[in-house]
């Protein structure tokens, strides 16, 4: 396994985890009553879903566009 796939890889695992923990925190008490007051999740909320997302997408791309060893 190359090096490239291996951290693409590490980057969608990572990318769902953070996604988990982004769908966790916004089904929280607190995060439930932030939002129905003022529409918005919370900044951690914000901050799980924006990075997750850009792990898994980074990951995806890594593992689709990654330059490969050509075996």
């Known amino acids: 396994m190359t090096t490239n796939r291996t951290l693409a890889l590490v980057l969608l695992v990572v990318g769902a985890i953070l996604l988990f923990f982004a769908y966790q925190s916004s089904q929280s008490l ?3 009553v932030t939002e129905a007051v003022t529409g918005r999740f919370t900044d951690s909320t914000i901050w799980f879903l924006i990075l997750g997302a850009a792990a898994a997408v ?13 075996r």
């Open 30 to 32: 607190g995060d439930q």
């Open 58 to 70: 980074a990951g995806v791309g890594l593992l689709l566009f990654g330059k490969s060893s050509g």
